[in-house]
């Protein structure tokens, strides 16, 4: 069993930074993709950025130029940096990883942490 945690949310300025985090823990034998979802109230949940196990990256169009997504493979951790944060940034971020665990590979999320802008 996988679980992932989140730290770093909370409430910001608009134009204020935050840095979220997502630790993973449990039989992991390879982090194949880590990433950061999020969903605003009355909204559905969407990608914000991805990393792959060989370092790239995607990331959704509204954020590109103002988030960056980095990892660190020896702690199975994955980073959000958010600058520029706009009030429609408002979400409650999920972390997310796609693990293989021996031979068995399963997706799983974390509980989510939120993150509001005031404008």
């Known amino acids: 069993q996988v679980h992932l945690v989140e730290s770093g949310g909370g409430l910001v300025q608009s134009g204020g930074s935050l840095r979220l985090s997502c630790t993973a823990s449990g039989v992991i034998s390879i982090t194949n993709i880590m990433g950061w979802y999020r969903q605003a109230p009355g909204k559905e949940r969407d990608m914000v950025a991805v990393?792959?196990?060989?370092?790239?990256?995607n990331y959704a169009d509204s954020v590109k130029g103002r988030f960056t997504i980095s990892r660190d493979n020896a702690k199975n951790t994955v980073y959000l940096q958010m600058n520029t944060l706009k009030p429609e940034d408002t979400a409650v971020y999920y972390c997310y990883a796609d693990i293989t665990s021996w031979s068995s590979r399963k997706t799983y999320w974390g509980k989510g942490t939120l993150v509001t802008v005031s404008s």
């Open positions: 990393i792959r196990s060989g370092a790239n990256t």
